[in-house]
């Protein structure tokens, strides 16, 4: 069942805090939706039906809220080391987060004639799409050249760290790092493009958009129970054995920080890594079916592991043919990055395909796979994974790392509360 | 077709709109006076919205009626050319002061022009026609008060003042440079055609309010051009100095840019401004910035852009500053906000100057991708907040 009240019934039990936004009283559903009721009482599944994703909650929503269509990441530059600026644009972008994923506009006048409207406007009429806004802070906040920018060197998480050099590694500076990131997802990208347009309006003269990345077709499932497996753009299925968003457990020991991991004010958060990752689709595209099947180590139409009949069947990596032969080969793509390879390491993906046109230099399709994954500590997760990946990978024939960062984002925010509140 | 030349700032955002409400509403109206009508057979007056309207017909003599009698307040005089195209305008003046006017209304057509009338004689011009081609308007009643908003007149007086000082600028530059090009001489005109623009672009949005000027003084290649006009004015010049290394076929040219220049400082004079209008200007003025200075378009033969980018910025400081007052009674924090992002702005500016004249910069080819992106971004961070000065002051 993919119906939107059952993602939600279970998006409260996994702890996603429908139940924090309802002891605040309820919510106007926004102007943009058809029902308006502000009734308290109101269960997920009419807000579901409403389709919105509360703000507020234990955690930050987009993470394990089950994987909208679109994408829409957008990295920031701060201009200034004024610490009160910086609060002040977290608390701006608290509550026009708290508006938009309701639905509703930013700011508070939009008719004065004399005055440009405080909302772009290219929202309204259309539905909150399950709009989330995810937040988080780079490692550049708290030190920027081994300088402390905002007193809060001594704040910073050790799980934040820089992330090493791999092999293969062509990163753009353009296109990594960031001292703020938003990830922003909704079923509508014109909605997801609105609250990314308003934020940054917003922060002129605080931060600028540093770079920004548009994502469509959601390449990992993150709910149990969805009812396929999303394509990525070289055709396979991906994220099959991805960690699930609801699986309380698993996201408890993998994915959000603890309490007593070493940084307090990142409890209930998590650590977020991002890679834009080109494809080189043409020489994909001239690959045999059998090479293909063979990099990634599964069937490309089924899904299925080699070995294997349905998507879904245990991977048996030990598995040998009739000559002795590794049926998922030692450097197919599965193998490397299965967490039984990898000391049960876990960490939550929830990807998205991206195109940015032509490549200037060969004309060639520039598009890949803009990866996000979520974990508790990336010197656990996506650091020692990649490190593999990077070095034996026999997919790396096929793709480069053209982009790079990572991000404490921190935990859920609480009506009157604001993002990073406890990092200040 | 007739065009009314009253000047008024272009229409953006719907502030003309309301401005022109403002201006309309705010004042006390004297009772309908009227005159006129048995004077002549085709002039009449009447009131409609509470605003006096005035026909006057054009003829080959001049104009009709006269003399003119109108009670004060708003008036809308409404001009009908009946004559064979010996005379095409017509204005009221005060003194040598150009009060309200219409151009360029040919036979058979209509043109029109606002203006508020205070008790007094003024003289009604129609130059070009067999008579003398002045009349008399005679203006009775009392003084008509306009309610401004406080400190509103202050900010007009400030503004106009920098208007006219940089409009004297312009004519004084143009000149010389315009002398260098007809006497063939490159490399004096390209020295002098750096020095006279940032008295033009300084005041952009203003000269745009007067229609054809804009275009005939400051149109790059491809942009649009009044009918029948051919490609001139300053940006034509620069291409053939920094492109074509000639002064060949400019003389008539420059003798045209100056004559416009000398227009504009003309009619800047009587402009007719509104706070909001000022603070929208400014605005104006770095979108110019963000649009065509930061990409090397507006200079794209002399890369003088950092030229008239400071030059747009200082345009726009100068609307801020005659609107400081009001806005820092109104909204300290937004006043404030302003000031700092002025100083952000000059600062990154300042890190490209070449000497120390107030307009000595480096060409725009010295600057990369880095160093664009990041005065953009000072930019981008103060017409944000600048866009919400126009709101404060019709508050």
């Known amino acids: 069942m993919s119906d939107s009240p059952t993602l939600s019934r279970r998006a409260v039990l996994g702890g996603i805090g429908v139940a924090a936004v309802a002891s605040a009283g309820g919510f106007a559903v926004g102007q943009r939706t058809a029902d308006a009721s502000s009734d308290s009482s109101k269960g997920e599944a009419q807000l579901a039906a409403a389709a919105i994703v509360p703000f507020h909650g234990e955690h930050q929503a987009g993470i394990a ?328 990978d026999a997919l790396n024939e096929y793709i480069q790392h053209t982009g790079s960062a990572v991000f404490a984002c921190p935990p859920g925010v609480r009506p009157g509360g604001w993002i990073g509140e406890g990092l200040f | 077709m007739s065009r009314v030349s009253t000047p008024r700032l272009r229409a953006r955002s719907g502030v003309a709109g309301v401005v022109g409400a403002a201006t309309l509403a705010g004042l006390a109206l004297a009772g309908c006076g009227s005159s006129g009508s048995g004077a002549s057979t085709s002039g009449t007056s009447a009131t409609k919205s509470g605003v006096h309207i005035v026909k006057l017909t054009i003829t080959d003599d001049g104009c009709t009626p006269n003399p003119l009698s109108v009670t004060s307040g708003p008036a809308t005089i409404e001009i009908t050319n009946t004559g064979s195209g010996a005379v095409t305008e017509a204005e009221v003046m005060q003194g040598d002061k150009i009060l309200g006017e219409a151009e360029d209304v040919a036979p058979g057509l209509t043109g029109v022009f606002s203006l508020t009338l205070q008790p007094g004689t003024y003289t009604v011009n129609c130059p070009g026609g067999s008579g003398s081609g002045k009349g008399k308007l005679v203006v009775s009643g009392s003084t008509v008060t306009t309610q401004v908003a406080e400190g509103a007149t202050d900010a007009v007086t400030s503004y106009r003042a920098f208007l006219e000082d940089q409009t004297n600028r312009l004519v004084e530059t143009t000149a010389p440079f315009v002398a260098a090009v007809q006497a063939g001489d490159v490399a004096k005109a390209k020295t002098l055609y750096a020095a006279a623009r940032p008295y033009y672009e300084a005041i952009e949005p203003v000269a745009e309010s007067f229609g054809d000027l804009d275009p005939l003084i400051d149109a790059r290649a491809g942009d649009p051009l009044p009918a029948g006009a051919k490609w001139g004015g300053f940006h034509r010049i620069e291409k053939a100095l920094f492109q074509d290394n000639t002064t060949a076929g400019m003389a008539p040219v420059a003798a045209e840019l100056l004559t416009n220049v000398k227009t504009l400082r003309e009619k800047v004079a009587n402009v007719k401004l509104e706070p909001a209008q000022i603070a929208n200007g400014a605005v104006d003025l770095l979108n110019e910035v963000s649009t065509s200075k930061i990409t090397g378009e507006e200079e794209r033969y002399s890369h003088v852009d950092l030229v008239d980018f400071r030059a747009n910025v200082d345009g726009a400081e100068a609307a801020y500053q005659s609107l400081r007052p009001m806005l820092t009674a109104r909204q300290a924090a937004l006043a404030a906000e302003l000031a700092a992002r002025f100083a952000a702005v000059d600062k990154a500016l300042g890190a490209y100057k070449s000497g120390p004249g107030q307009y000595d910069y480096v060409s725009y080819t010295k600057l990369t991708s880095a160093d664009t992106r990041k005065l953009s971004a000072v930019v981008d961070a103060l017409a944000e907040p600048l866009s919400q000065v126009s709101k404060a002051v019709v508050q």
Request: aromatic fraction near 8%; include cysteine; glycine fraction near 12%.
């Open chain 1, 65 to 392: 809220t089950p994987v909208q269509d679109r994408l829409l990441f957008g990295a920031f530059d701060l201009m200034t080391d004024d610490r009160q600026a910086l609060v002040s644009l977290l608390r701006t972008w608290t509550s026009s987060a708290e508006a938009l994923t309701q639905g509703k506009p930013v700011g508070t006048d939009d008719t004065t004639p004399e005055a440009p409207p405080d909302d772009t406007g290219e929202a309204t009429g259309l539905s909150p799409a399950r709009l989330t806004l995810t937040f988080g802070f780079g490692p550049t906040i708290f030190t920027i050249g081994g300088r402390d920018r905002f007193g809060l060197a001594d704040r910073r998480p050790a799980a934040l760290v820089d992330l090493p050099a791999f092999a293969g590694d062509d990163l753009d500076p353009g296109r990594s790092g960031g001292d703020l990131a938003v990830q922003v997802c909704a079923d509508d990208p014109q909605v997801a493009f609105h609250a990314l347009r308003n934020l940054t309006r917003q922060a002129k003269g605080t931060a600028v958009l540093r770079w920004s990345e548009m994502g469509f077709g959601r390449t990992s499932t993150t709910t149990s129970g969805s009812s396929a497996t999303p394509r990525n753009l070289q055709g396979f299925k991906d994220g099959t054995n991805n960690l699930r968003g609801d699986d309380t457990a698993d996201m408890a020991k993998f994915v959000w920080a603890g309490a007593g991991d070493g940084s307090d004010w990142m409890a209930g958060g998590s650590y977020m890594v991002t890679r834009r990752i080109r494809m080189f689709l043409e020489t994909w595209d001239r690959s045999t079916l059998s090479d293909q099947e063979g990099t990634i180590g599964r069937q490309k139409l089924s899904g299925a592991p080699l070995g294997a009949t349905a998507e879904h069947d245990t991977v048996d990596l030990a598995a040998r043919d009739a000559k002795g032969a590794l049926v998922v080969p030692a450097d197919a793509h599965i193998r490397l990055a299965s967490h039984s390879t990898n000391d049960g390491i876990r960490i939550l993906r929830r990807g998205y395909s991206f195109t940015d046109g032509v490549n200037p230099v060969t004309g060639q399709l520039d598009g890949g796979l803009f990866f996000i994954a979520y974990q508790r500590d990336p010197r656990t997760g996506f650091i020692p994974l990649q490190r593999r990946l990077a070095e034996h």
